[in-house]
């Protein structure tokens, strides 16, 4: 799968792997910012992107940033679609109780494309039964 990268300025870096078996690419902050205590800033990664028809970009924290800074995207999982041609950026959200600092160059998210199927919705009377039925949350005893 090829995604199409436009870079916004000259110093930006484009997603890279840590290893050959990481399933994200690492996302890194194009500007430093501040964050204060409980708040959330729009941080840019410096592109712009084409993806392929039929998926998503999913982008997700970084592990390290979020348990040792309290750092995650405000959303939890950002998505970027398809028809997206913006820049684009990463919603950090300050979980803890001081200033937290990204520098330029910081890796801030990681971003995961996705294939996803199109479906079309039925409306019906009844749906098929299950061993679980009508359960929702706690329905298990955890």
């Known amino acids: 799968m090829t995604v199409k990268i436009k870079t916004l300025y000259e110093n930006t870096i484009i997603p890279t792997k840590a290893d050959k078996g990481s399933a994200g690419y690492d996302l890194y902050a194009q500007v430093g910012v501040l964050i204060e205590p409980h708040k959330t ?3 840019s990664v410096g592109f712009a992107m084409e993806l392929p028809d039929g998926t998503f970009g999913a982008i997700y924290a970084r592990s390290g940033l979020a348990t040792k800074n309290g ?3 405000a959303n939890c999982v950002g998505i970027v679609d ?3 041609r913006g820049e684009v950026f990463v919603a950090l959200h300050n979980d803890t109780d ?3 600092e990204i520098n330029a160059g910081d890796r801030i998210a990681q971003l995961i494309v996705t294939e996803y199927p199109q479906v079309d919705f039925d409306i019906v009377d009844e749906l ?5 039925g009508e359960g929702g949350f706690g329905h298990s005893g955890n």
């Open 71 to 73: 750092l995650r995207p």
């Open 98 to 100: 001081e200033w937290q």
């Open 41 to 43: 800033a729009k941080v």
């Open 82 to 84: 398809s028809s997206y």
């Open 128 to 132: 098929s039964e299950t061993e679980r």
